[in-house]
């Protein structure tokens, strides 16, 4: 089975704080692995994906095989980053499988 | 920049009648999906379409679901007599052809509400 776990619901920063935004995968083969983010009255949108190994908006994400992650990082949060983020997966096939998100805060 | 639209943004519907979403996306993709987000729970998957059939659907996907791509741009979503967990938020996507690891671009959504 395929599954995306992000374990938190809520997670408040301060403005220049670093923020990790956790993510665990169940799948038996080699998934691909997405970060979308919805920021206010907006549409999900990609924010990066594991194959593309980018740096987008200050944001990485390493995917670490061994203990099933792809914890999505930033060293010093914007209080534009506030929104809400999802982990994704897409392991042989076309869907993607989503966690419930987490709603980011970044506080001044 | 090209985007998914999806209309209408808001629905509201008694339990039993049928509904239909509708759907563009971006002009030159082949690949197009609906997922959907019951309040306070996960985005989930319902079907993925190309080359005017279905190529992959969820266990959500049953009879009461259907898409159709009608003419050139229009991708719909049918559902035949809802049900009151019909209830949520049904996002369109399209992706470009080839690597099926290629971003799926999303529609703002259409908030569906079953009374």
């Known amino acids: 089975a395929q599954r995306v776990t992000q374990p938190e619901k809520l997670l408040s920063v301060f403005k220049g704080a670093p923020v990790e935004l956790k993510c665990n995968y169940s799948y038996s083969g080699s998934p691909e692995l997405f970060w979308y983010v919805q920021y206010s009255r907006q549409r999900l949108q990609l924010l990066l994906r594991h194959i593309s190994r980018e740096s987008i908006k200050g944001f990485t994400a390493d995917l670490n095989k061994g203990e099933t992650s792809f914890h999505l990082k930033k060293p010093f949060a914007q209080e534009e980053d506030s929104a809400m983020y999802y982990c994704?997966?897409?392991?042989?096939?076309?869907?993607?499988?989503f966690g419930k998100g987490t709603k980011l805060t970044v506080n001044p | 920049e090209p985007e998914v639209t999806q209309t209408p943004s808001h629905q509201v519907t008694q339990m039993g009648q049928e509904v239909i979403l509708r759907c563009v996306p971006i002009?030159?993709?082949?690949?197009f999906y609906w997922y959907r987000q019951i309040l306070g729970q996960k985005v989930e998957f319902l079907v993925s379409?190309?080359?005017?059939?279905?190529?992959?659907k969820s266990e959500i996907f049953d009879d009461q679901f259907s898409v159709e791509r009608p003419d050139g741009s229009n991708f719909t979503l049918k559902i035949r007599s809802t049900k009151l967990e019909d209830s949520a938020m049904y996002f369109c996507a399209s992706r470009t052809s080839g690597y099926s690891y290629n971003e799926q671009f999303f529609g703002p959504g259409t908030r569906l509400t079953v009374l």
């Open positions: 994704a997966l897409q392991g042989g096939s076309e869907k993607l499988v």
């Open positions: 379409f190309y080359n005017n059939e279905i190529s992959e």
């Open positions: 002009s030159n993709h082949l690949y």
